[in-house]
C-alpha cells in the first residue's frame, strides 16, 4: 500500500480518457488499496486512478465519515434515471486544491460497474455518492468540476494553482 501524488489541474495528464480495465489481477487490486489510501490520506471521499497519473477506468468512493464503506468501481458507466437538475452541490476535488464549486447534475443515476473480481454489479447510489460517483467517472473521461463552470472563473482558478506551484 502507497500514498500516491495527486495531480493537480492544469496537468495535461487529467484531460486523458481512461482505458478500459481488462486485466482482474492483483495489480488491479493493488491500484484500489493504493486509490483508498490515497483518498483517506488526503481526506477526500472519491479519487480516479487518473488522478494519480494512472490511465485506467477505475475509480474510488467513501462518503461515511465514521466507519469506513469504500466502495470501488471498475469501468464503471453511468445511466441517467432522473435527468432533474435542482439544485446543485458545492464540489470540491483533490486535484484543484481550495476552490469549491456549485455543479448542476442529475439527481438520480444509476452506476454499471465490475468488482475487482470482474463480475457485473449496479447500483442507485443515494445523495453525496451518487454526486460523487458522476464526479469520478467525469475525471475518466478528461472532465473537471471547472468545465462546468463559466470560463472566466476556470481561467482564475488555473492561474492561481499555477502560481502555487512555482
Ligand atoms: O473529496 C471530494 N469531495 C467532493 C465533494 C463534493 C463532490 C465531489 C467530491 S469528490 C472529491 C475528491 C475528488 O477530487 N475526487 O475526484
Ligand atoms: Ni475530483
Redesign the pocket.
Known amino acids: 500500500m502507497t500514498i500516491r501524488k495527486?495531480l493537480t489541474f492544469p496537468d495535461p495528464k487529467l484531460r486523458e480518457v481512461a482505458k478500459e480495465v481488462t486485466n482482474f489481477d492483483s495489480n488491479l487490486k493493488e491500484l484500489a488499496n493504493d486509490l483508498l489510501e490515497t483518498?483517506y490520506e488526503?481526506?477526500?471521499?472519491?479519487?480516479?486512478a487518473i488522478?494519480i497519473g494512472v490511465n485506467k477506468r477505475i475509480?474510488v468512493?467513501d462518503i461515511s465519515d465514521e466507519k469506513q464503506e469504500p466502495h470501488i468501481f471498475v469501468n464503471p458507466k453511468i445511466k441517467v434515471l432522473n435527468e432533474n437538475k435542482k439544485g446543485g452541490?458545492?464540489?470540491?476535488?483533490?486535484?484543484?486544491p481550495g476552490f469549491?464549486e456549485e455543479?448542476i447534475r442529475p439527481t438520480q443515476v444509476e452506476i454499471s460497474f465490475q468488482n475487482l473480481s470482474g463480475e457485473n454489479e449496479k447500483i442507485i447510489p443515494e445523495g453525496?455518492l451518487g454526486?460523487?460517483v458522476q464526479?469520478?467517472t467525469?475525471?475518466l473521461d478528461g472532465k473537471l468540476?471547472v468545465d462546468y463552470i463559466s470560463s472566466v472563473k476556470r481561467q482564475r482558478i488555473r492561474s492561481k494553482l499555477l502560481k502555487l506551484k512555482k
Open positions: 495527486i483518498m488526503f481526506k477526500g471521499i472519491g479519487l480516479a488522478q475509480i468512493a452541490y458545492d464540489e470540491g476535488c483533490l486535484s484543484i469549491y455543479v453525496l454526486v460523487v464526479h469520478e467525469d475525471h468540476m
